[in-house]
């Protein structure tokens, strides 16, 4: 009953994930394809460059923060019920859901980065890292204004707080560093334009481009 429950799991966090607020909204709204200005890249921060700080950029955080939501609480309140494991259900299921944004069927597999999905997925696995990886996610983003290192510098922090927190079992830790993993490595372009210095700044009153 378990392995259903995980590969039904593990299919419908993948195609939920993988809905792109960053690619609906700006299909949607402006008649375009998000991923064919700026970084390319089809999320909160590049969709903000292009396109302002209206409420339909901040509408792109909504659809991604829900898409991960939805299966994860379910996903971790079936696996609590049935069988205890409430962490490894929301970790399992988050990390799904952060391989669908990524590598998405619905987009020829051309997605995001996965970090407001990987922020979603662990404040189900453990609130009280959420606060601490938010908490230093801002301090490093208005020190350095730079989303790419703030994001990977918190993403990092997540499974080694989950580490001295203590995680259920060792699967749920093994797939948050997986997690963190993932998302650090989607933003290797970042890695490479900071070492040549033409990595944008995030900025609260960007224009529209």
Same mark, same amino acid.
């Given at each position: 009953?378990?392995?259903?429950?995980?590969? =039904?799991?593990?299919?419908?966090?993948?195609?939920?994930?993988?809905?792109?607020?960053?690619?609906?909204?700006?299909?949607?709204?402006?008649?375009?394809?998000?991923?064919?200005?700026?970084?390319?890249?089809?999320?909160?921060?590049?969709?903000?460059?292009?396109?302002?700080?209206?409420?339909?950029?901040?509408?792109?955080?909504?659809?991604? =923060?829900?898409?991960?939501?939805?299966?994860?609480?379910?996903?971790?309140?079936?696996?609590?019920?049935?069988?205890?494991?409430?962490?490894?259900?929301?970790?399992?299921?988050?990390?799904?859901?952060?391989?669908?944004?990524?590598?998405?069927?619905?987009?020829?597999?051309?997605?995001?980065?996965?970090?407001?999905?990987?922020?979603?997925? @662990?404040?189900?696995?453990?609130?009280? @890292?959420?606060?601490?990886?938010?908490?230093?996610?801002? =301090?490093?983003?208005?020190?350095?204004?730079?989303?790419?290192?703030?994001?990977?510098?918190?993403?990092?922090?997540?499974?080694?707080?989950?580490?001295?927190?203590?995680?259920?079992?060792?699967?749920?830790?093994?797939?948050? =560093?997986?997690?963190?993993?993932?998302? @650090?490595?989607?933003?290797?372009?970042?890695?490479?334009?900071?070492?040549?210095?033409?990595?944008?700044?995030?900025?609260?009153?960007?224009?529209?481009?």
């Amino acid at each position: 009953m378990m392995v259903l429950i995980l590969c =039904i799991s593990a299919v419908v966090s993948y195609l939920l994930g993988g809905l792109n607020g960053a690619i609906i909204l700006s299909k949607l709204v402006y008649k375009q394809d998000i991923r064919e200005f700026g970084s390319n890249n089809p999320g909160f921060t590049n969709f903000k460059r292009t396109y302002g700080n209206g409420i339909v950029t901040w509408m792109v955080l909504v659809i991604d =923060i829900l898409k991960t939501v939805l299966p994860v609480f379910l996903t971790a309140l079936i696996m609590q019920q049935m069988f205890g494991m409430w962490q490894f259900g929301a970790q399992f299921s988050g990390l799904f859901c952060m391989i669908g944004h990524c590598f998405p069927v619905w987009y020829k597999f051309k997605g995001g980065k996965a970090f407001i999905t990987g922020f979603a997925t @662990i404040w189900f696995v453990d609130w009280r @890292i959420t606060l601490m990886a938010m908490a230093l996610f801002f =301090i490093i983003l208005f020190t350095t204004k730079y989303m790419s290192v703030a994001s990977c510098s918190a993403a990092a922090f997540c499974p080694v707080a989950l580490a001295f927190l203590g995680p259920s079992n060792i699967w749920v830790e093994l797939m948050a =560093i997986a997690a963190a993993l993932l998302i @650090i490595l989607r933003h290797y372009p970042n890695f490479k334009k900071l070492a040549k210095g033409t990595e944008s700044k995030f900025s609260l009153k960007s224009k529209k481009s």
